[in-house]
């Protein structure tokens, strides 16, 4: 049975310092509908990507909720 100590997840590789790299992922920086600029992972299976691709903006509501303001600062700043 593998145990895991409770600061480490489970997916989690220890390294010694000598082999430990930073791996940066590869991302796009996407423009939605309203201005904002997103970064996502520059993979087309992942689902965030993908559906802000497509609809160039989040369709859940409560997101433009959080937005708006955040917009009105901005253009005021």
Same mark, same amino acid.
């Given at each position: 049975m593998r145990s895991i100590a409770d600061n480490q997840r489970p997916d989690a590789v220890c390294l &010694?310092? =000598? =082999?430990a790299e930073v791996?940066? =992922?590869p991302y796009w920086t996407l @423009? *939605? $509908? @309203?201005g904002l600029k997103v970064n996502v992972p520059a993979d087309l299976d992942?689902?965030?990507? *993908?559906?802000?691709? /497509? *609809? /160039?903006?989040? &369709? /859940? &509501? $409560?997101v433009a909720f959080l937005c708006a303001p955040i917009q009105v600062l901005a253009r005021n700043g």
């Amino acid at each position: 049975m593998r145990s895991i100590a409770d600061n480490q997840r489970p997916d989690a590789v220890c390294l &010694p310092a =000598q =082999q430990a790299e930073v791996i940066l =992922q590869p991302y796009w920086t996407l @423009t *939605l $509908k @309203t201005g904002l600029k997103v970064n996502v992972p520059a993979d087309l299976d992942n689902p965030v990507t *993908l559906t802000l691709l /497509e *609809l /160039e903006d989040w &369709p /859940e &509501p $409560k997101v433009a909720f959080l937005c708006a303001p955040i917009q009105v600062l901005a253009r005021n700043g």
